[in-house]
């Protein structure tokens, strides 16, 4: 359904008989017509022609009849293209009788592991863990969908020295009692008195120390401690991501403790192919082209001086891990852009290694800061970070209030489930419709507009297509004829079309906010459709060809932004 690509087909043969070789038609998108073809341009020079006489030449060996209207010359060398509207009316009706609103399963799926949220056991999610979270679970459902095995893997922080200093803290609490009560409690508030008291007495630090070394020698009653905190701590994480209505469950658990075992492995494998080296007392390697502003080579610490193991070594084993006995060949850590460098040297260090090599590759899914009003880091009032939850919840709240202003005929379950849906949404849409290498400041006011490029502009057109089918209490048939008669249905079918060339662009690039713009493009020139055309006042064919393309808005949006995590009411 990839018009560019079924018109770029079309005439690269006529360019490869012109030119004598492999030509990119390099067709996009005109205002002049439909699409534009300059490639004559880019032959002119390499073969000594006018670029004008190589288009016609093109032209008049191109196949195009059946596709297109109008194929003519125009300016310099320019060959424009105006699809026909049998063509256009066929491809909405092959749309039309698509399950998969002719996106396809891939050919040849691959197992794709998505890295993301990763927040830190004994401690409260916060703003900082939403991009993460948000994006890795747009770039799982999508990929998903297309046919991939995807596995997720949430990447919890809970190994370490400061282990040590919360599981003393505990058994001073209580113990497993009070384990129990801090799923309910306040994880932070936990974490900054272990913090207060390991700063300002002596024997509680010395005691922590000791219980880091019992729990890293395998001390059973320092472990279940240990997986006392991880269990209620995930048990909290849980009811985070239900309310953030992301996919991540139990099963995807997987804290740094789990790679503990394959650590001197890693290490053994890298001495023995010789990458190791000694820096400071610790064992480092340093992957080719990693240095730092004063030109001197960067290393990636795999084993410290002390004996103990940091992040690139975790980071190592589970590369390691997920290629040779998951078999994974696509590896996506979705991580905030300040840890581009470290990911860069580990995936370097890898493919040394032999652990990296093709098919397997690993990205970096970088992402930028979240900004408050002031254009400075989201902070709480206290200054401190923001909770996730609190976050979520005023979202929550807004949304309810506006649902229950804006169309008081709803009742209370209603306004729940459509405030829910709207303030998670609006709170999603407003990361993922913004370029991920960016920061975005988060504004209440634009996020809940039902006017713009927002979630709720999109939800309100879905639910405003819903309630077409509603009150006409038909279908739509698939199988009615298309009429494209006005420009605005032309529009319209144009942007449906275009559904599956934007969701395989994304599936490669993972910049969301070009599929959320073609969503917002697909909303708007559905209501300047509505607007211009009457679909249930209508007469036969014209209602059931208008209806048919009502249906198919609907279905795009909806999957698009089931794709982005986004809910869409029936009713707003």
Known sequence: MDLEKLLADRLAPAFATVAG??????????????????AALGLARRLGRPPRVIAAEVLRHAELADLCSVAELSGSGFLNLTV??????????????????????VA?????????????????????????????????????????RVLRANHLGD????????????????????????????????????RATFDGDEAFRERSRRRVVALQGGDEATLGLWRLLVEQSERYFLTVYDLLDVTLTERDFHGESSYNDLLGAVVEDLDRLGLLRESEGAACVFPPGSVGRDGEPLPLIVRKSDGGYGYPATDLAAIR?????LGATRLLYVVGLPQRRHFEMVYAVAAQAGWLTPPARAEHIGFGSILGPDGRMLRSRAGGSVKLVGLLEEAIARATALARQRNPELGEAEVAEVGRAVG????????????????????????????GNTAPYLQYAYSRIRSIFRRAGVAARPEAEISLADPAERALAFELVGFARVVDEVAVS????????????????????YERCPVLRADDPVRESRL????????VLRQGLHVLGIRTPERM
């Open 321 to 325: 891990h997920r290629t040779a006995t």
């Open 510 to 529: 993972l910049e969301f906010h070009h599929l959320a713009g073609y969503l917002y493009r697909l909303a708007a020139t559905f209501s300047t459709f």
């Open 21 to 38: 070789e492999r030509v990119d038609p390099v067709v996009r998108r005109s205002e002049r017509a439909d699409f534009q073809s300059d």
């Open 548 to 555: 048919v393309l009502c249906d198919l808005t609907a279905r």
């Open 108 to 148: 040849a799926p691959e197992t794709v592991m998505v890295d993301y949220s990763a927040p830190n056991v004994a401690k409260e999610m916060h703003v900082g863990h939403l991009r993460s979270t948000v994006i890795g679970d747009a770039a799982a459902r999508l990929l998903e969908w297309l046919g991939h």
């Open 424 to 451: 998670i949404g609006a709170i999603k849409y407003a990361d993922l419709s913004s370029d991920r290498h960016r920061d975005y400041v988060l504004d209440w006011e634009r996020m809940l507009s039902l006017d």
């Open 159 to 194: 190994w370490g020295t400061p282990f040590g200093m919360l599981i003393e803290h505990l058994v001073d609490l209580g113990g497993a009692d009070a384990a129990q009560e801090l799923s309910m409690g306040d994880l932070d508030s936990f974490y900054k008195a272990a």
């Open 84 to 105: 026909s509207d049998a063509a256009l009316a066929s491809m909405v009706s092959a749309l039309a009788g698509s399950s998969r609103l002719g996106v396809p399963v």
